[in-house]
């Protein structure tokens, strides 16, 4: 199974921060990663796939880059919502696998 | 909009099937664009993908489940489900049924039913 490895496992930011959450597969998987948001007690949402495209209604201050192995996910200007647990995913192999997540947490 | 809606026992005993159904909602489960799948989610813990359905019964299966694990699409209901044999404490969890938009390259999941807590216990 590939495994994806996210770093860092929390952080603690402020509203209006930049903050940069990395994630890398144990082989490549081109750019077949997906980036979910999840708050407490609530499901999973979409927020950018194929690495880099922004999955519709998301907010343009979220952002995904990178291929092969390593991959960046974005959030400039921090926003109250945007305090979560943030997963990546890989969609190249089958079993699809997950990140063990972010918690980005208040500062 | 696309709906998922899972429905099932929210407690089984040790050794037990646990069974769930997840019904679809404006758009066939028939359609061979999706894998139809289930995720499961531990307390406290991340996301682990237990396996999908498609094309009308073909199935991919998460190997650390499959000795234990069936998942079927009934296709005159708009439905597919999931069947996991023998449980024990460790598959508590909340289990999503997600569609899986594999057609769209690359793969994503678009979709997800609200969760349902499975709590193993006698």
């Known amino acids: 199974d590939i495994q994806m490895t996210q770093s860092p496992s929390s952080l603690s930011a402020s509203v209006g921060d930049r903050v940069t959450i990395s994630c890398r597969a144990s082989?490549?998987?081109?750019?077949?990663l997906n980036w979910y948001q999840q708050k407490s007690g609530k499901t999973p949402k979409l927020l950018i796939y194929?690495?880099?495209n922004l999955q519709s209604g998301v907010p343009s201050r979220f952002s995904g880059s990178g291929s092969g192995t390593d991959f960046t996910l974005t959030i400039t200007s921090l926003q109250p919502e945007d305090f979560a647990t943030y997963f990546c995913?890989?969609?190249?192999?089958?079993?699809?696998?997950f990140g063990l997540g972010t918690k980005v947490e208040i500062k | 909009q696309v709906q998922l809606q899972e429905s099932g026992p929210g407690l089984v005993k040790p050794s037990e099937t646990l069974s769930l159904t997840c019904t679809v909602s404006?758009?066939?489960?028939?359609?061979?664009?999706?894998?139809w799948t289930w995720i499961r989610q531990a307390p406290g813990k991340g996301l682990e993908w237990i396996g999908y359905?498609?094309?009308?019964?073909?199935?991919n299966y998460n190997p650390s489940l499959k000795s234990r694990l069936t998942i079927s699409v009934d296709t005159s209901k708009n439905q597919f489900s999931l069947k996991l044999a023998s449980v024990t404490a460790a598959d508590t969890a909340v289990y999503f049924c997600?569609?899986?938009?594999?057609?769209?390259?690359?793969?994503?999941?678009?979709?997800w039913g609200q969760g349902i807590l499975v709590t193993v216990s006698s």
């Open positions: 404006n758009v066939s489960v028939s359609s061979g664009s999706y894998y």
């Open positions: 997600v569609r899986d938009y594999w057609s769209s390259l690359p793969p994503q999941f678009d979709y």
């Open positions: 359905v498609y094309n009308r019964g073909s199935t």
């Open positions: 194929g690495a880099s």
């Open positions: 082989q490549s998987i081109s750019n077949s």
């Open positions: 995913q890989q969609s190249y192999y089958i079993p699809r696998t």
